[in-house]
């Protein structure tokens, strides 16, 4: 009897992995043309000044609607994209697309918004990436005060000497570098001197235990006063309740975002989170 449910058992996983793999293979198929079909789109979520509660900047994070599976989060495809090299193609496309939406923002007279866009390594890690970088910001004008790219620890801690540079080419080109969810990689402290770093984005699981967890709260503030020391700007991620946004603001944090302030949302409704912002600021 075991025996015959360790084969079902068996039997049962193997068909698991057999679907897991075909809606793999599907969704790679749909992947392939997402660009061309117009498919990916940004969503913006409003980071907020934290001693005047105005917006300053968003940071836009990528969605796939696909007419076949349906509205994507990016942990359910960039992972992928990551796996079969679309990913430079869809980085590609969303150095563009903030590009294109900071102009448009400009045209309609909304103002001059901060904007981050999230990079992968494998993105970043291409020959190509740099010239790539450089050819979008001379088509938008040449001088994107505006935009800031956000960088994983582990693409910066990677071993490859050229990262420096690397980085120097993109400040060059007047881009502002954030360092993604610090605290959750392996930081080496000295490499947060080392590089031309503009600012600092505590990770959400931090945040998350503020005020009430001794340790979230001791960690949060060793963050702040470091970043303060290294003339690091500092923005909160994750930040959901009254209470995390009140430490945050006794704690001198410069910048928050998280669901208390709103979700990542669609540039439409973005628009009227902003005049709504113009309103009572
Ligand atoms: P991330 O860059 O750390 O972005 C923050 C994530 O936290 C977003 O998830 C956002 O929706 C979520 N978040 C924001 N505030 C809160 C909050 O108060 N509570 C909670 N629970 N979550 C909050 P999202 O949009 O699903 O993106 C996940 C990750 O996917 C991003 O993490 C980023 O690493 C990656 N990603 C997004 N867009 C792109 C892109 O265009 N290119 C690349 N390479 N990666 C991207
Ligand atoms: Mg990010
Ligand atoms: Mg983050
Ligand atoms: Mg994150």
Not at 142 to 169: Q, Y
Not at 173 to 200: M, Q, V
């Amino acid at each position: 009897h075991a025996k015959r449910t360790g084969k079902g058992q068996y039997r049962f996983f193997h068909e698991t992995m057999a679907i897991k793999a075909k809606k793999r293979l599907e969704m790679e198929t749909y992947m392939h043309n997402a660009v061309a079909n117009n498919e990916l789109c940004l969503y913006y979520q409003p980071v907020m000044e934290v001693a005047s509660g105005r917006l300053i900047g968003a940071e836009a994070l990528m969605r796939w609607e696909s007419p076949q599976l349906g509205f994507l989060p990016p942990n359910d495809f960039i992972p992928l994209a990551e796996d079969n090299g679309l990913i430079n193609q869809f980085g590609e496309w969303a150095i563009r697309e903030v590009c294109r939406q900071h102009k448009a923002w400009q045209q309609l007279g909304l103002g001059n918004l901060a904007i981050a866009v999230n990079l992968s390594s494998l993105q970043f890690n291409q020959a190509s990436f740099i010239p790539m970088v450089a050819g979008i910001i001379k088509e938008f004008g040449g001088n994107p005060t505006f935009l800031t790219f956000e960088l994983t620890e582990s693409m910066i801690m990677a071993d490859t000497d050229n990262i420096l540079e690397k980085l120097n080419n993109l400040k060059d080109l007047g881009i502002k570098l954030a360092l993604d969810d610090f605290g959750t990689g392996y930081s080496s402290l000295r490499y947060l001197n080392r590089f031309p770093l503009d600012t600092l984005k505590i990770d959400r699981s931090f945040v998350k235990g503020l005020p009430d967890n001794a340790d979230a709260a001791a960690i949060v503030s060793a963050i702040l006063a470091m970043a303060k020391a290294l003339n690091l700007d500092t923005i909160a991620e994750g930040v959901e309740t009254q209470q995390q946004k009140a430490f945050l603001q006794n704690t001198s944090c410069h910048a928050v975002q998280g669901f208390y302030f709103s979700k990542p949302i669609p540039v439409a409704e973005f628009h009227r989170y902003w005049e709504k912002q113009k309103a009572v600021s």
